[in-house]
């Protein structure tokens, strides 16, 4: 069968064959139109397809009704060739169907035409021809690794437990919650550094990425951030939970207390302590309703709060989890064999972060670690050669500030751009420390990744803006000064142990890193969660572990989705009256006209879909069109086009938009005489939106209607789905 191909507009492309047509797309975050799926996703999904008919047949030739037999296929990439992928189908069966057919079913599965045609390593002749129309010719690992068929048992400095079984354990915590882990990617581009990307199958929100000097401890890795994410919320942080949890007799954890603000919307008494107090609210303009839950939106509860026991004394203090949610984000969670372990990680990330930030903040030179000293760790070694022989050199600091914090930097130069990364790692001992920081620089990147560095700066104000840090703490990439690579560094290199003794204990570990916290005069605050099946810590520093500034609770809280997020979902349900008084106050705001309405109100509308990419300014012009307010809207459709980042085809609606207006503005013009070229033009749908919009047959063209029942919001759906599972396990626990 002969299958022609054409380009289309960007990076759309069709492919016909008999009477058919299919077409491609890319998403946009690759720079497509996201309009449909792409080439290697017709692929997969083209083998389960496959094999599903396969079973029709089967079923249909026995008279077994397949209303609720369901398939489903996971394709698992090989960490060490990403082009080999085993292809896991699996078929649910209703209990009423017998023992023969279950084999029959499956049996039936093994004639699929694209599985065979795989099987058989087709042959691909590719050539270049004058005329084509003339030349006719034209999921998870699968097991941990085995010896003589008895489980491996590797151990690594800071686990309690070896990879195999620590792998084995957290699966199995994911399997009972119900849900389906897949990898999405490996990377392996030098020796002893590898690291992948996991995500939920049926939520990919839900994921996480991990890293280490082997595939099973890169695995251990990002199973147990995933673990630390759903036990801390993390996954769900800033989302709307939907009018069932946030009905519930608990939100997010059995154990968290609400408390109503005072009859001044004074701060609760019970929550926070005096240290707290004076650093989140030093100037007195911190109200009680600046905590109220982003996630139910249920102001009338009052303030959720969560336990965490001060260490100073062990006196439990209870901290709103908006709190939490606004100034935390993932900083200071960990997953652990034994609590030791997980607050031996929790305090090494918190120390990891807040001396990096210091010392891009401070332009700190700092000294290199020796050669004799390297060359006590061959495999980190052989790892910083190899992407030096690729063209990158490499410098290995000390990041511990004349041996006060457990902290090593590994950075990395790119002369073809001139681009610089500056990986920070951290633990008690020096050696895995520098293997972080190595491990997490090359974290989900490629060679090609790196031209995607930032230059260093000698701009002062640059380095230091708090955006910057949240920059360094998302994905390492913000801006370094120059200053940072002078040869003569501003403190001593010292060959630091925190680890307390010769042999490896977490326990003496914890305890020297809450001493460092003592040291500098810092008070931490603990919550361990262990209702999963696994110790999770959680540890927040107040006044330093912070990743967001705190004044945020006033000028910043991500509850601003509380003034919204009801009256944007229910849009289409309002009258001219509501619709007035939602734009009023958005204008009244004064927040950034540019940000997502997703992050605005904090639901996950579905990718490719107007709701996904609209903005504050763009939700304004839509409610000005439905009002009437033709003058204002063009403007906005105009600024729109000016300046608003969106999909090719959403900006030629606003061209569309923009003409109709134009005209209707006019009172010597007629859109009849216009309309038949402007069909021609911008296609029937566009036109028929436009000119609706503004005769009032259609509003908010493009906008599908929804509520805070959230239908026909898949994306969100699918993350509440997850949620529910969550939610469920602890409701099960706590009885």
Not at 566 to 572: R, S, T, Y
Not at 608 to 621: F, P
Request: net charge negative.
């Amino acid at each position: 069968m002969e299958i022609k191909v054409n380009y289309l507009d960007n990076l759309r492309q069709e492919a016909k064959f008999d009477d058919f047509t299919v077409i491609t797309d890319q998403p946009i975050r690759y720079k497509g139109d996201g309009s449909a799926p792409g080439p290697f996703d017709y692929f997969l999904a083209s083998t389960v397809l496959c094999a599903a008919y396969f079973v029709r047949v089967y079923c249909n030739a026995r008279e077994i009704p397949t209303e609720n037999i369901r398939l489903s296929q996971n394709n698992i990439v090989d960490p060490e060739n990403r082009y080999n992928q085993i292809f896991r189908i699996q078929v649910e069966l209703p209990p009423e169907i017998s023992d023969k057919d279950r084999t029959g079913i499956l049996r039936s599965i093994e004639r699929c035409s694209v599985k065979r045609v795989i099987q058989n390593n087709p042959e691909f002749q590719i050539e270049a021809v004058e005329n084509i129309d003339e030349d006719a010719q034209a999921l998870l690992m699968g097991g941990v690794a085995k010896e003589d068929g008895e489980t491996a048992s590797t151990w690594i400095e800071g686990k309690d437990l070896p990879l195999e079984q620590t792998i084995a354990h957290m699966t199995g915590i994911l399997e009972r919650l119900g849900m389906k882990i897949e990898i999405a990617s490996w990377r392996n581009i030098v020796p002893h550094v590898w690291s992948l990307h996991i995500r939920d199958a049926a939520s990919p929100m839900c994921f996480t990425n991990g890293k280490g000097a082997t595939k099973e401890a890169a695995l251990c890795s990002a199973l147990g951030e995933f673990i630390e994410r759903l036990s801390c919320n993390f996954f769900y942080n800033d989302q709307f939970f939907g009018t069932e949890i946030a009905d519930a007799d608990f939100v997010h954890y059995p154990n968290e207390r609400w408390f109503q603000p005072g009859p001044n919307d004074e701060l609760p008494e019970e929550i926070l302590d005096d240290h707290c107090r004076e650093i989140f609210d030093p100037e007195g303009e911190l109200k009680g309703s600046h905590l109220y839950d982003t996630n139910s939106g249920r102001t009338d509860r009052g303030i959720v709060s969560l336990p965490f026991v001060r260490h100073s004394d062990g006196e439990t203090v209870w901290f709103p989890s908006n709190l939490i949610e606004n100034l935390y984000l993932s900083n200071g969670m960990s997953a652990g064999n034994t609590v030791a372990e997980a607050q031996v990680q929790c305090l090494s990330e918190i120390f990891e972060r807040a001396v990096k930030r210091q010392i891009l903040e401070e332009e700190i030179a700092l000294p290199d670690v020796p050669e004799n000293v390297l060359a006590q760790y061959p495999t980190i070694l052989e790892g910083i050669r190899a992407l030096e022989a690729q063209g990158f050199p490499v410098l290995v600091k000390d990041a511990s500030l004349g041996g006060r914090f457990p902290v090593a930097c590994v950075t990395l130069m790119n002369p073809r751009t001139g681009g610089v990364f500056a990986s920070f790692g951290a633990h008690p001992s020096l050696a895995v420390a520098i293997e972080r920081s190595l491990t997490e620089l090359l974290q989900g990147r490629s060679f090609e990744g790196m031209d995607d560095l930032p230059a260093p700066t000698f701009n002062s104000q640059a380095v230091s803006e708090p955006n910057n840090f949240v920059e360094h703490f998302i994905d390492s990439s913000g801006l370094v000064s120059w200053r940072f690579f002078s040869a003569t560094p501003d403190i001593e290199f010292v060959e630091w142990d925190f680890s307390g003794a010769e042999a490896q204990d977490n326990d003496e570990e914890a305890a020297a890193l809450f001493d460092i916290l003592e040291q500098e005069g810092l008070e931490a605050y603990v919550a361990v969660h262990q209702d999963l099946g696994a110790p999770v810590c959680r540890i927040l520093v107040p006044g330093y572990s912070e990743v967001y500034p705190v004044e945020d609770l006033v000028w910043d809280n991500t509850n601003m989705a509380l003034a919204f997020r009801e009256d944007i979902l229910n849009l289409h349900a309002l009258d001219d009256e509501p619709l007035a008084d939602l734009l009023e106050r958005l204008e009244e705001s004064e927040l950034d006209e540019q940000m997502k309405i997703v992050t605005l109100i904090g639901i996950e509308f579905d990718d490719n879909s107007v709701w996904a990419e609209l903005t504050i300014a763009e939700l304004k012009l839509l409610i000005q069109l439905a009002l009437g307010r033709f003058e204002e809207a063009l403007d906005g459709a105009q600024m729109f086009l000016q300046f608003n980042d969106n999909s090719r085809d959403r900006g030629l609606f606003y061209q569309a938009l923009s003409a109709v207006l134009e005209i209707r503005l006019d009172d010597d013009l007629e859109l009849d005489d216009y309309r038949h070229n402007l069909t021609r033009m911008f296609g029937e749908q566009k036109i028929h939106d436009a000119t609706g919009a503004v005769e009032g047959t259609v509003r908010f063209p493009g906008l599908t209607p929804t509520s805070l029942e959230l239908e026909g919001i898949e994306r969100h759906q699918r993350l509440l789905e997850s949620y529910h599972k969550l939610h469920a396990w602890r409701a099960a626990q706590a009885r």
